[in-house]
């Protein structure tokens, strides 16, 4: 995440080919295949129960698809658990905030530096010595987020007493405290005023362009997928039904078809 | 300061001579709040000025300095100083559009601008103003994709690099400044027409620094948090202007929006706010109080009881008894000190307001937890010095006595005239406007309407244009009835009539929430705004306000004649929507008087009731009819003497 990181779209860093899930008889994803290339931002939209979601717990490895092949940097993904994404540099953001409600603004983001603290328990109980090194400088790359995302003011807030708007913020903060090299967030703007949806779109595209972060992102809001993506995957009953730029999707026939309905 | 310490940037130098590691800036950082000492800022503001000098910028050029409260557009003004340069602050919430105005009056060729949003705006402006060529930007915040705009970074380096090469040239420069350089342009507002651009010289605003500062007895370890708008003419003179005087410690908040946690972190000694500021603490301060639990709640307004007795004599130093001296120290200890320290004002020593109207209550609030709250009275023109509160002679009403070295004397109508050192040089390109407002003998027409109470205390009524005069050649100031009238939270609003009658009397509109909630405890059914306007209940509640406010009036022989005799609560609020306020509130007095002329009559020629029936605009857009017979009210009045041996 180095400040002088140029916006500009690269090689593909993240492929999925063929993924299929079923949980049981329920066919979550069937032969989904698509690329994330470094730097993009980039938007998976369908209608409600299309399977995005299970598309992103596959990208992080919540869920393990049955078939199909991830390559993620050059190498081909095993069996991962989400702690192992996270190591290699993938973080997110939930459809429902999932923030620590009774901690502060400044701790809750503090947590998404943990992977970084090598310091033991015992050393950060008594905040001695490499505890103490560890914690003085993730607190300024913290602070460099807080500033970032303009959230100074709620700083020492806790989580719990913050409107909805401003925890979406907090938890996109915790999300970039981890300096991911690809983030996924999960509708990030739902349930969220105009207002609030504006300010969140120049987030993402600051964040974009500040530090080159790749970017998966599933969003209801068409206005916003088609603003500020780089590119759509389409998905529809698990399966996908469109792909490429935001005109292309547009224009795609079976999209139109998925979200306005056809005559039978 | 003696010598020829006479311009900013000698004060400046002078500070980091004298006490070079004496903290001269902060500002929170990342969390942190970083520090420059004089020396730091003399560096600084060098390396500015020398950066600013190698790009074309000359003698009597202006720079324009817009943005927020940034350590680097004050040191900015100063380096344009140090060049014999005029620094133009702006107000950094304007659009575009109205930047355009002043950027192209003042003919700006060099800004410093503190953000992206600033920089967007100004290139947004700069094809209409052909002068503007150079621009610098504080914070490099998205700002790597920009053409021709230069990092402040960059701007200082090639200072450094010129300053380098032309060692002798800063000192130089700074040796050719003299007291009587304009040191800053500052624009009014300009409610009134265009702004104009008001030009101080070095000497003005220094005179107004070291008379606030002797009065107050500021010095080095006085620490500010300088949060105000920079263009305004209160915070050049506490942040910029006394801040190089004294040589004290400026503060800048992280964001606007951080300024409360900040000035508790700070804890300043010295604190200016306009009074909405001092209102919305102290309307935080009671929602927790309500919040708290019974026992807090009950300590709270038992020692807030003993306060309201004796807090503000004692900050007075007039003698009390000892039972209430004993429990304003145990309150000291249990209520006004936490709470002092919970609103980041533990060691203040001075807090001023001013701009605008406080409220009785309020003033009395702050000054009775032990906080020097009080009042001064100045304009941009004026460099906002004029009228200062001395310690121990803090009135509620008046701004004061004159400030040292001003003198005020009080024309034929009313109006206010000052002179002295700290008046400005002229309008910039107004010849017109600067005769007009400085007369042959050197006063200046402040065009506030006012009078020296009984103390030698000015006390500020009106503006001088809305002032007229009773039959009896009274004088008749109506937002100064008004005012007082509507200071009781019952009474929303007030138009008081008088110019050339015989009496005053008014229209009130009721406050619905207030009087609404007062109703309903009284268990008092009412349908709506005409109902309970008209409630015989509600007649009587205001007219005990009323009557309030002329005993206040006899008690003073100035305006004894303002008393209201008959008043009227209107059957409709009034709203900006029927034009008769105006978007900002402000009662739109003539366009009342033709609208109710019925009922003007009908307060003067002695009748008991009139009919009325009024159109009205709905939010909707539609139009409807509200029509009443209201009731016209006898309020008791007072003979001076009467109310003076009552008072």
């Given amino acids: ?264 | 300061m003696a010598g020829n310490h006479d311009t900013f940037p000698r004060l400046m130098l002078e500070h980091a001579r004298v006490r070079p590691d004496h903290p001269a800036t902060r500002e929170k950082d990342l969390g942190i709040w970083q520090t420059w000492t004089w020396r730091q800022v003399a560096d600084e503001v060098r390396a500015l000025a020398c950066g600013l000098a190698a790009q074309g910028f000359r003698r009597g050029m202006h720079l324009a300095i817009i943005g927020d409260n940034r350590p680097r557009l004050y040191w900015s003004m100063l380096a344009a100083q140090c060049l014999g340069g005029v620094p133009v602050p702006m107000y950094q919430d304007a659009p575009a559009a109205e930047f355009m105005f002043v950027l192209n009056d003042a003919e700006i060729d060099f800004a410093v601008v503190e953000d992206q949003e600033q920089v967007d705006k100004v290139l947004e402006a700069k094809p209409q103003v052909p002068t503007l060529a150079h621009i610098y930007y504080d914070d490099p915040r998205g700002m790597r994709n920009y053409e021709g705009v230069t990092s402040f970074e960059r701007l200082q380096q090639v200072g450094r690099e010129f300053d380098r090469a032309n060692p002798g040239f800063f000192d130089a420069e700074v040796a050719n400044g003299r007291t009587d350089d304009v040191s800053v342009m500052l624009y009014t507002s300009g409610t009134t027409g265009k702004p104009k651009g008001v030009r101080q010289t070095h000497h003005a605003f220094i005179s107004a620094a070291a008379g606030g500062c002797g009065f107050d007895k500021l010095g080095p370890d006085d620490s500010i948090l300088s949060y105000l708008p920079m263009a305004w003419v209160g915070d050049h003179l506490f942040s910029l202007a006394q801040w190089v005087y004294a040589g004290f410690t400026i503060n800048c908040p992280e964001s606007g929006d951080t300024v409360m946690t900040d000035l508790r972190e700070i804890g300043p000694t010295y604190y200016f706010a306009p009074p909405r500021v001092f209102e919305n603490l102290l309307t935080q301060v009671m929602i927790r109080m309500e919040d708290a639990s019974r026992p807090k709640r009950w300590i709270f307004h038992r020692f807030m009881d003993v306060a309201r007795r004796c807090g503000a004599e004692l900050l007075d130093g007039r003698p009390v008894a000892t039972g209430d001296r004993l429990g304003y120290a145990l309150g000291q200890l249990l209520v006004y000190g936490p709470l002092r320290n919970v609103l980041g004002m533990s060691r203040i020593r001075v807090a001023y307001t001013a701009g605008a109207a406080i409220g009785p209550d309020l003033f009395r609030f702050y000054r009775s937890i032990g906080i020097n709250l009080k009042q001064l009275y100045g304009s941009t023109e004026t460099c906002a010095y004029v009228c200062l509160q001395p310690d121990g002679g803090v009135k509620l009403d008046t701004v004061g006595l004159p400030a040292p070295g001003v003198e005020v004397r009080i024309a034929d109508g009313g109006e206010v005239l000052v002179r002295g050192p700290m008046l400005l040089k002229e309008y910039y390109k107004r010849p017109d406007a600067t005769a007009e407002s400085i007369d042959g003998e050197g006063f200046f027409h402040t065009g506030d309407a006012g009078y020296f109470d009984s103390d030698g205390h000015l006390k500020i009524i009106d503006r001088a244009k809305d002032v007229g005069k009773l039959r009896n050649g009274g004088i008749f100031a109506p937002n100064y009835i008004e005012n007082k009238v509507k200071f009781f939270p019952h009474i929303k609003e007030a138009v008081a009539f008088g110019d050339g009658r015989d009496m005053v009397c008014a229209f009130v509109n009721i406050d619905i929430g207030s009087v609404g909630n007062w109703a309903e405890r009284r268990g008092l059914a009412y349908s709506g705004y005409t109902d309970l306007a008209a409630k015989p209940e509600v007649y009587e509640l205001i007219r005990e306000c009323v009557e309030q406010v002329n005993a206040e009036f006899a008690a003073d022989p100035a305006v004894a004649d303002s008393q209201i005799h008959r008043f009227l609560v209107l059957h409709k609020e009034l709203d900006p929507d029927d034009d008769e306020l105006t978007r900002t509130r402000k009662v739109r007095r003539g366009f009342v008087a033709e609208k109710y002329a019925v009922l003007i009559d009908a307060l003067y020629s002695g009748k008991a009731v009139q009919h009325i029936a009024t159109q009205v605009k709905f939010e909707d857009g539609r139009t409807g009819m509200v029509a009443a017979d209201l009731v016209i009210a006898e309020a008791k009045t007072f003979t001076s003497d009467v109310a003076q041996r009552a008072a």
């Fill in chain 1, 1 to 264: 995440m180095s400040a002088e990181s140029e916006r500009r779209i690269g090689d593909v860093i993240l492929a999925l080919e063929n993924i299929s899930l079923a949980f049981g008889g329920v066919k979550a994803l069937s032969d989904v295949s698509f690329d994330v290339r470094e730097h993009e931002i980039r938007a998976i939209i369908g209608p409600n129960g299309a399977g995005k979601s299970s598309m992103l717990n596959v990208i992080n490895g919540v869920y393990h698809p049955q078939l199909g092949r991830i390559t993620f940097r050059g190498t081909q993904r095993k069996q991962m658990v989400p702690h192992e994404a996270a190591r290699q540099g993938i973080a997110r953001t939930f459809q429902n905030i999932a923030l620590f409600k009774g901690m502060t603004v400044l701790d809750n983001i503090m947590t998404g530096r943990n992977l970084r603290m090598k310091a033991t328990i015992v050393e950060q109980a008594i905040h001695f010595g490499r505890a103490k090194r560890e914690e003085l400088e993730n607190r300024a790359k913290v602070e460099e987020i807080i500033d970032f995302l303009q959230i100074q003011h709620i700083r020492k807030t806790p989580v719990g007493r913050l409107p909805y708007g401003l925890m979406k913020r907090v938890e996109l903060a915790r999300a970039l405290a981890a300096e991911p090299s690809l983030l996924l967030l999960d509708e990030p703007m739902a349930g969220m005023n105009v207002e609030e949806k504006q300010d969140m779109c120049r987030f993402i595209l600051d964040v974009n362009e500040q530090y080159g972060t790749t970017m998966v992102l599933i969003e209801h809001d068409m206005g916003v997928v088609m603003d500020i993506s780089d590119r759509v995957v389409v998905l529809d009953y698990g399966r996908k039904i469109g792909d490429g730029t935001p005109d292309e999707v547009r224009a795609n026939k079976a999209v139109i078809d998925a979200y306005l309905g056809v005559a039978h």
